[in-house]
Nanobody, 127 residues
Framework: EVRLAESGGGSVKPGESLILSCTASGFVFGDSDMAWYRQTPENKCELMTTIRKNSRTDFADSVGGRFSISLDNTKNTMYLQMNNLKPEDTGMYYC?????????????????????WGEGTLVIISS
């Protein structure tokens, strides 16, 4: 059974940092594309960053330079380092995995290919 479990969310002030973790099980972690998504209080869901099995990374324009993504294949865990957080970063953060051979792809302004999702961890940025 595939399982993704996020942790590390919380409430911080603008300008502070957080590290989110996503622990995976039930599939070959290193052979899959992984991603972090954010759902805002207005219910907009957006891909924040993805890391492919070839180590290529992509970031949403809104978080480039502030967020970084990494994997620890020995722990089957993905991390999202978030720096210089802003109120607009508030939302539920989900990790996702694309385990089919094609992985993820970007087409017509959207990302496709995610097969499994975690239940999310809440991040609140407020002074």
């Amino acid at each position: 059974e595939v399982r993704l479990a996020e942790s590390g969310g919380g409430s911080v002030k603008p300008g502070e940092s957080l590290i989110l973790s996503c622990t995976a099980s039930g599939f070959v972690f290193g052979d899959s594309d992984m991603a972090w998504y954010r759902q805002t209080p207005e219910n907009k869901c957006e891909l924040m960053t993805t890391i492919r099995k070839n180590s290529r990374t992509d970031f949403a324009d809104s978080v480039g330079g502030r967020f970084s993504i990494s994997l620890d294949n020995t722990k089957n865990t993905m991390y999202l380092q978030m720096n210089n957080l802003k109120p607009e970063d508030t939302g539920m953060y989900y990790c996702a995995a694309a385990i089919r051979p094609g992985g993820v792809w970007f087409e017509a302004g959207s990302w496709y290919g995610m097969d499994y999702w975690g239940e999310g961890t809440l991040v609140i940025i407020s002074s």
